[in-house]
């Protein structure tokens, strides 16, 4: 696998040439455009208290109006035990040797990530993709069917899962590069499109991930974040907040508004087999975009993290000794966070069963 530094970041066809590439690979990606939405489509859901919704919604907008006065989020008490960027590694060093047989089937399935990335507006094939957080290339996969490979980035701060997604003959082209979600090494105005699927959820300040976001996409870029959402149920809630983080709705929407993105969008995607049961938690739950503003700044409006408090300088970095103390709590971080995850790799099979044994489907909403 090459890991690339920024400097080899692709760069775009010119002259001629171009207009040649985008013609062809324009009438392609209208046929699989063509073929993704006659494929049943996943349910975008409402969830309701305390039932499973079966109503279609689509996708909800807010007014730029209404996102500029948004009040901040109520601010959470800690972080969960795997929300911090060394936990993190190391969780994932293992994770990636299963991670496509076993997340994907129970949480992110091929229809949910092709039902997302139509909220992309993946709409030519030299738009120039960023892929944040993309691990082992299962949404890179989704995006290389729209935009030529050549024009799209996969960054990951595990190399162990970037190994794998350099296997996949599909996403030879690509271009890898290990980073930080928060700190991307990868200029100002650079993307057409910013995509991260199930990232988030592993960022200590995910108001500051965002506003890289914003950062490396050119005016009029769009950014698609596919995350999390939180649980409502009691039990599960106590074990999502230990294991990582699941933002709401509302967070998701001010950690948009207050990196600077207008025109922005939410819709909710949830497992076909779980038959719009919602309440427990989603390790794949929504889908947020927004827009960069033609004419807004080139750096977010804020870097600040009203979340939560400030790190201490040795979780800022995975590369940092660490001291006896510091050691005890990484193990103890490790295990805890280990076993409320474990919590989420039972729970689907419960959901999917109670789904289909006391939950009858319902037609969708003409």
Not at 28 to 37: F, I, P
Not at 67 to 91: S, Y
Not at 251 to 275: L, Q
Not at 358 to 363: C, D, E, G, L, V
């Amino acid at each position: 696998m090459m890991l690339a530094q920024v400097g080899f970041v692709p760069t775009l066809y010119g002259g001629r040439q171009a207009e040649i590439h985008t013609s062809l690979c324009s009438s392609r990606r209208r046929a699989r455009v063509a073929e993704v939405r006659a494929r049943p489509a996943v349910r975008l859901l409402r969830a309701t208290s305390g039932t499973a919704a079966n109503v279609a919604i689509g996708v909800r907008s807010f007014p730029n109006e209404e996102v500029e006065n948004l009040q901040p989020p109520e601010r959470r008490k800690r972080r969960g035990m795997m929300q911090h960027k060394r936990e993190a590694f190391w969780f994932y060093r293992w994770l990636s040797f299963f991670y496509d047989v076993v997340v994907n089937p129970f949480h992110w399935t091929r229809e949910m990530r092709d039902e997302a990335l139509l909220r992309a507006q993946l709409d030519s094939p030299c738009l120039r993709v960023v892929d944040v957080g993309g691990g082992t290339g299962f949404s890179t996969l989704g995006i290389v069917r729209y935009v030529a490979a050549r024009y799209v980035v996969l960054m990951d701060q595990s190399a162990a899962q970037m190994s794998y997604a350099a296997q996949k003959r599909e996403l030879s082209g690509v271009t890898f590069i290990e980073g930080d979600a928060e700190n991307i090494p990868i200029r100002t105005n650079y993307a057409d499109r910013y995509v991260s699927c199930g990232s988030i959820e592993y960022w200590p300040n995910p108001q500051q991930g965002i506003g890289e976001a914003y950062r490396i996409l050119k005016p009029g870029g769009l950014a698609c974040m596919v995350g999390p959402v939180r649980a409502t149920n009691p039990l599960s809630r106590f074990f999502c907040d230990t294991w990582m983080l699941f933002p709401t709705e509302q967070e998701y929407i001010y950690w948009f508004a207050a990196a600077g993105f207008r025109n922005i969008k939410v819709s909710e995607i949830t497992p076909a087999a779980y038959k719009g049961v919602r309440r427990h938690g989603l390790i794949m739950g929504l889908v947020v975009t927004g827009e960069k503003p033609l004419n807004g700044p080139d750096l977010p409006l804020t870097m600040e993290d009203r979340v939560y408090g400030a790190l201490d300088d040795w979780e800022q970095t995975r590369s940092s000794a660490l001291n006896l103390g510091q050691r005890i709590k990484f193990v103890l971080r490790q295990m805890l966070g280990t076993v409320a995850g474990f919590y989420y790799f039972v729970l689907p099979i419960a959901i999917m069963l109670y789904a289909a044994l006391f939950i009858r489907r319902k037609p969708a909403a003409q």
